[in-house]
């Protein structure tokens, strides 16, 4: 009996830790990409977020040279304007940064939030009719810590960084699955109010059909009144 008990212990240990391998791995994958945006462009990215969650956000840009031909690293003058907003449509951060630079910012309220970027180029006219390249790379949760500064301000040993991660990870898994458990509950009062919203607008429907038979009913009982043949 108890090494039964044991055997099926051991087993969810097991699962639980491939889980949770599997999970870090997935985790592990950081949105970087690049785009181009002209002289008056805005781009904007909507962005999955669980609450109370760090959000770095590190770009540099490139100017085309057409006298090389390639994309070659933009001067000092340009810079970029950054703004985020929340689900709710509320700006948590606006500020212009340089042609190369990090923003940061948290998310207070889970769901799609927007990352808009454009450049300030009408101030220095550095385009002259060109092309911007920006190379963005999106961190979220825990992947947005330096852990090598943490483990050096700390002191911490190998293993305990690594538990450290672990427990950070844990708690990032824990906040994405409350934020499904959110985006469910939000998609289940939909579909119920939708489903309601269908089941009143049938019940309408067959009240007008019933009101216009009768209508015709007694008009046509008149009809034939007035043509006396009933």
């Known amino acids: 009996m108890l090494g039964g008990i044991l055997n099926m212990v051991s087993v969810r240990m097991r699962s639980c830790f491939l889980s949770l391998l599997l999970l870090n791995v ?8 690049y785009f181009h945006i002209g002289e008056t462009e805005k781009k904007c990215f909507i962005e999955e977020i669980p609450d109370e969650t760090m959000i770095i956000g590190n770009y540099r840009t490139q100017l085309y040279d057409k006298q090389r031909e390639e994309y070659m690293p933009a001067t000092q003058g340009l810079g970029m304007f950054v703004e985020v907003k929340d689900p709710d449509d509320k700006v948590i951060l606006s500020r212009q940064y340089g042609s190369e630079g990090r923003f940061t910012f948290t998310s207070h309220t889970p769901g799609e939030h927007q990352i808009c970027l454009h450049s300030n180029s009408s101030k220095f006219a550095l385009f002259a009719g060109g092309m911007l390249r920006v190379h963005l790379d999106i961190q979220v949760g825990e992947h947005a810590n330096n852990y090598a500064e943490i483990a050096a301000k700390d002191k911490l040993t190998e293993l305990q960084l690594r538990v450290r991660q672990l427990v950070e990870q844990v708690d990032q898994i824990q906040k994405e699955q409350n934020y499904q458990r959110y985006r469910e509950e939000r998609f289940r009062l939909t579909s119920e109010s939708t489903n309601q919203r269908v089941l009143w607008w049938s019940i309408v429907q067959t009240l007008i059909l ?6 015709q009913m007694r008009h046509l009982k008149s009809f034939f009144e007035a043509k006396k043949l009933v």
Do not use: E, K, R
Request: no cysteine.
């Open 26 to 33: 997935f985790y592990s994958v950081v949105s970087s990409l």
């Open 210 to 215: 019933v009101a216009i038979g009768i209508w």
